[in-house]
């Protein structure tokens, strides 16, 4: 099936640090999808990319999908304490059920 | 508002007694997905229902069963709950296969 990998597998970083974040797949994806969780919470969107090249903003957090459509990378810009959580990538789309990437652990150190 | 709303938001059960997890959605979506997740991993797809049409993982054991009585709500049942079994699991909706999916809080399930 297909895999999502993500790196790194987890961050300690301070805080007002910028994040970068990336997921790799070893298929093309027609969607890219961008989640965080919060401890025992579900997944929540953050962003989502539907065209390879595409750049899409949230507030501070910036997308990108990538050209060769089997990458993808989430930037966070001066990171806050609520920041914290799993960051997952997400796919794809048309017709075929969600997969999820291994996850980002972000840990913000005050 | 909530749109997905999973029950209980912890549910402790015996190793080896039937245990049943609820899931109810208010967006009226076809699609209802059960996810299991294990700790610090990615959910795992076990199954979905489209509309009333059951679709089973291959590697989703036969320990889970679910039931989907009518739109809104959806059901995931354990048989004989193994001290494996204890994960958050997390429900999910969506229109269609290929539209987003809205996740509920989940149902962290201890094994004891």
């Known amino acids: 099936g297909q895999q999502l990998n993500q790196s790194p597998q987890s961050m300690f970083i301070q805080e007002g640090e910028d994040v970068s974040m990336n997921c790799t797949s070893s298929?093309?994806?027609?969607?890219w999808l961008w989640y965080k969780q919060e401890p025992g919470e579900g997944p929540v969107l953050l962003i989502a990319?539907?065209?390879?090249?595409e750049l899409t903003s949230n507030g501070r957090l910036t997308a990108q999908f990538g050209i060769t459509r089997k990458d993808s990378f989430l930037n966070i810009s001066a990171s806050i304490p609520s920041d914290v959580g799993i960051y997952f990538c997400a796919g794809p789309f048309g017709n075929e059920k969600l997969t999820f990437g291994t996850g980002t652990r972000l840990t913000i150190i005050p | 508002d909530a749109m997905v709303i999973q029950n209980p938001r912890y549910q402790v059960t015996q190793f080896g007694k039937p245990v049943t997890l609820s899931c109810s959605q208010t967006l009226n979506h076809n699609v209802m997905y059960w996810y299991q997740q294990k700790s610090s991993q990615a959910p795992k797809l076990l199954f979905h229902y489209y509309d009333k049409d059951f679709n089973n993982e291959a590697d989703t054991p036969d320990n889970f069963q679910s039931r989907r009585p009518n739109t809104s709500f959806c059901f995931l049942d354990i048989r004989s709950p193994g001290l494996g079994d204890a994960a958050m699991y997390l429900c999910?909706?969506?229109?269609?296969?290929?539209?987003?999916?809205?996740f509920g809080s989940g149902t962290r399930l201890t094994v004891v």
């Open positions: 298929s093309i994806f027609n969607t």
């Open positions: 990319l539907y065209k390879a090249g």
């Open positions: 999910a909706t969506s229109r269609d296969l290929g539209s987003g999916y809205t």
